[in-house]
């Protein structure tokens, strides 16, 4: 007995690889594997650059929040103090903090004092938002003690104040000049609350790489910002640095336990949880129109494979009758479509992951040709379009494309398989 040939012989490859090559009288066959090829090549890369991009804009709006943020702050209930009126200041903050930087996995436990002010130099006014902190701990803050992205020296904090490059920018001002900062509860007297206003040097020019970050903060030494915003012996809260920020909700008990009675807590995720959430969200519809993107590209294999069968209908019949079984027909049309998602998913990959490398000299291209103000970092809070390339993004990638590819090709190769070689050689 003659023995069956394994599956994916070599011989059915050889017959797909004709079909493949169609002959110029067969150029409709070719034309449409070649718009199945590219329309799948183009899917593929939209797919692609946007799960790249999607991964490098969270994980830069990630960084920024974690870099100059606080990942857990820790602020006290409201109580009456000896005057009768509500205050929420800590006033045991050191020993709070060393207690809160005792707990497993916080890195580090910074008492802050903040207040929103008005900053003013040459003629110009600006809305800033001061944390008085001290110089050990801001030296600490990564985006914010990055020296190359600032200005001026760091140890000097002690005798004047750090603003970002937003703040600077809209008063006009650069190193060694000074800024006045005109708070409107000020010096207590028999008449009332007189504003306070003080002149500081800036010593220390920041850039966080968060728009919204780097145009309205402003630091000041902590025992300075006691006395300016009438806080001497207090803080506001405690600000806590973790390990892994993306669980700190598993933190957050130990910390409030080791605060004490009246602390509670406010983390990054709950402060930036809408725009996670929004994040999330826009993640999961855009995937699912692009997925509908390789799907519509993937079903012009399918019109091609029709028009294949349908002219080789003669050759089909021929191989039946000399003995190809119907699995043997199938693999080859199988092939013949499949062989055209693969190699378009390929390319895609390629060119995906070539515009997710090489995203900024493109996108400065992009701003050129439209003449500037294509990307607006007061709108989108981040200065640059990011991009980062994951193994998993382009994975998934793949293995939607292939998947659509094999199972809209099994139905046309199917329809190969099961004709009829009487019907197929009734009118040759």
């Known amino acids: ?50 799960l790249a991009v999607r991964s490098g804009f969270r994980a830069e709006f990630v960084d920024t929040i974690l870099g100059a943020n606080a990942h857990v702050t820790v602020y006290y209930s409201a109580e009456q103090d000896e005057f009768g009126r509500l205050t929420r200041t800590i006033a045991e903050y050191d020993a709070i903090s060393e207690a809160v930087a005792a707990v497993p996995g916080v890195t580090r436990a910074a008492p802050l004092v903040k207040g929103q002010v008005m900053a003013t130099a040459n003629g110009r006014n600006a809305g800033v938002e001061v944390f008085g902190i001290s110089q050990d701990d801001l030296a600490t803050v990564p985006r914010v003690a990055n020296p190359e992205t600032a200005q001026g020296d760091l140890s000097r904090f002690s005798e004047g104040i ?52 780097d145009r309205t903060r402003v630091y000041m030494p902590f025992d300075e910002a006691q006395l300016y915003f009438n806080r001497e012996g207090v803080a506001d809260e405690i600000e806590v640095m973790v390990t892994e920020p993306e669980r700190v909700g598993e933190i957050t008990l130990p910390i409030v336990t080791a ?47 029709i028009m294949l069968v349908k002219n080789k209908g003669r050759d089909i019949g021929i191989l039946r009758t000399v003995g190809l079984t119907e699995g043997a027909v199938l693999r080859v049309f199988f092939i013949c479509g499949a062989f055209t998602g693969l190699i378009g998913t390929a390319a895609g990959v390629v060119f995906g992951c070539l515009f997710a490398l090489y995203i900024d000299p493109i996108f400065s291209f992009v701003n050129y040709v439209a003449g500037g103000g294509v990307w607006d970092p007061a709108v989108r809070g981040i200065y640059e379009l990011p991009a980062q390339l994951r193994l998993g993004d382009v994975l998934s990638a793949v293995a939607l494309s292939l998947g659509l590819s094999f199972i809209v090709t099994y139905f046309p190769a199917r329809r190969a398989a099961r004709m009829n070689p009487v019907e197929a050689l009734r009118y040759e």
């Open 162 to 213: 750090a603003l970002g490059s937003g703040v600077a920018r809209e008063l006009g001002v650069a190193l060694g000049d000074k800024v006045r900062l005109i708070s409107p509860d000020g010096v207590r007297t028999a008449f009332g609350t007189s504003p306070r206003v003080k002149a500081y040097e800036i010593v220390y020019v920041f850039t966080a790489g968060r728009y919204d970050i």
């Open 259 to 305: 605060a004490g009675s009246r602390a509670l807590v406010w983390t990054w995720q709950d402060a930036s949880g809408g725009f996670l959430r929004a994040l999330e969200i826009e993640d999961n519809v855009m995937f699912i129109i692009l997925s509908i993107l390789v799907l519509i590209a993937a079903m012009n294999i399918v019109s091609g494979l």
């Open 1 to 50: 007995m003659a023995q069956t040939p394994a599956p994916f012989a070599p011989f059915e490859w050889m017959i797909a690889w004709r079909y493949l090559r169609a002959r110029r009288a067969e150029g409709g066959v070719s034309v449409m594997t070649w718009i199945s090829l590219i329309g799948i090549t183009l899917a593929v890369f939209a797919l692609i650059a946007t």
